[in-house]
Nanobody, 121 residues
């Protein structure tokens, strides 16, 4: 069964850090770009970051650039999103997705169920 599962979300104070994981099963992650998206209440889902399947090139939304880092471990079939200097505006459900890559939802074929990140004092 093709599946992506996010983990690592939780409650953190502003300025804190979280590391999200996206574990794939039922398919090999090597062949896909992986994107992270987030959706806050009342807002559209937005692209946060992605990493290519080939040269490991990365993309970051301006809102997270310099604070978030995406990485992949193909041997573990897992992608990570290290989130530092978290802000209340980062509060959202975070999703990982596998596909062709890019900042838009339609570019991805497989999606996880999401993990909640809450940044609050």
């Amino acid at each position: 069964q093709v599946q992506l599962v996010e983990s690592g979300g939780g409650l953190v104070q502003p300025g804190g850090s979280l590391r999200l994981s996206c574990a794939a099963s039922g398919f090999t992650l090597d062949y896909y770009a992986i994107g992270w998206f987030r959706q806050a209440p009342g807002k559209e889902r937005e692209g946060v970051s992605c990493i290519s399947s080939s040269d490991g090139s990365t993309y970051y939304a301006d809102s997270v650039k310099g604070r978030f880092t995406i990485s992949r471990d193909n041997a573990k079939n897992t992608v990570y999103l290290q989130m530092n200097s978290l802000k209340p505006e980062d509060t959202a459900v975070y999703y990982c997705a596998a596909g062709a890559g890019g900042p838009y939802e339609y570019e991805y074929d497989y999606w996880g169920q999401g993990t909640q990140v809450t940044v609050s004092s």
